[in-house]
Structure formats: C-alpha cells, structure tokens
C-alpha cells in the first residue's frame, strides 16, 4: 500500500532526478559551445569527472 510519505518521496525523486538531468544537458552544451571547463563546473554544480564523463 502506498502512503502518502511514499508519494512525496517519489516526487522528490524525480523532481531531483529532472534536476540533475538539466544541469547534465545544460553542461553538455555548454562543453559543446567551447566554454571553459571551470567554468561550466562553478555554473552547474558538477565535478570535472562528472563533465568529463559528457
């Protein structure tokens, strides 16, 4: 049975998950458009190994 903490924890899942994947594509075409590495990192939040792996 589901209850109501399990329906806000699975909106807060995938409210973050939507989350991560926009800075991922914002990143992504960021590297794209030649932007400095720093820079994207410092902007969206994630680590050079995150931005390597786009």
Same mark, same amino acid.
């Given at each position: 049975? %589901? %209850?109501? @903490? +399990? /329906? @806000?924890?699975? /909106?807060?899942?995938?409210? +973050?998950?939507? /989350? *991560?994947? &926009?800075? *991922?594509? !914002?990143?992504?075409? $960021?590297?794209? =458009?030649? /932007? +400095? ?6 902007? %969206? &939040? $994630? !680590?050079?190994?995150? =931005? *390597?792996? =786009?």
């Amino acid at each position: 049975m %589901t %209850t109501e @903490r +399990d /329906i @806000r924890n699975q /909106i807060k899942y995938a409210h +973050d998950e939507g /989350i *991560a994947e &926009g800075k *991922a594509e !914002t990143a992504a075409e $960021l590297k794209r =458009l030649g /932007i +400095d590495h720093d820079v994207i990192c410092k902007s %969206t &939040g $994630l !680590t050079e190994e995150q =931005l *390597a792996k =786009l």
